[in-house]
């Protein structure tokens, strides 16, 4: 038989599985985001991709140059995973209640987002521009939460 102080012990031991459990699920869907936002932004010089900035608690300010410059995408792999492999150490350092930001601050980046202007190479960069790729990356940050959400909460 379970006495009240037995039942408060459990509650507060589900209590801390459940902030572990949800912990996880945000940094997997930040880290998921992180990743496609980085895959999908169409690449030239390599600078709109090495501008996606992950920050906890606020959003990032200023912009950097891009980790591999590059013309007419050669770099986009390297700055890729150079903006990936920050993108997820600044998201590791996550604690409870922490807000998780992925900024760019680029000036024209709702412009390449948006499709309003693309890659000025010629030829074109390997990646073709997707309308909306930052929306896109949040589809499958929502699909990351569902995912290891059914696993963590069986």
């Given at each position: ?71 007419f ?5 390297a ?28 000036p ?47």
């Amino acid at each position: 038989m379970s006495t009240p102080e037995r039942f408060a012990i459990e509650m507060n031991l589900r209590a801390e599985e459940m902030e572990e459990s949800i912990n996880r699920i945000v940094e997997l869907a930040g880290r998921e985001i992180a990743r496609e936002v980085i895959a999908l932004t169409p690449v030239d010089t390599s600078q709109a991709l090495s501008n996606w900035t992950a920050s906890l608690g606020s959003p990032a300010t200023g912009t950097r140059a891009a980790f591999s410059p590059g013309e007419f995408g050669s770099t986009a792999s390297a700055s890729g995973s150079a903006a990936q492999a920050a993108a997820w150490t600044a998201i590791r350092g996550r604690t409870t209640g922490q807000d998780v930001w992925l900024s760019n601050n680029l000036p024209y980046i709702n412009d390449l987002n948006t499709g309003k202007i693309t890659p000025r190479s010629s030829p074109a960069p390997d990646r073709t521009p997707y309308p909306r790729f930052a929306e896109r990356a949040v589809l499958f940050g929502a699909a990351s939460v569902v995912a290891n959400s059914r696993k963590i909460f069986k």
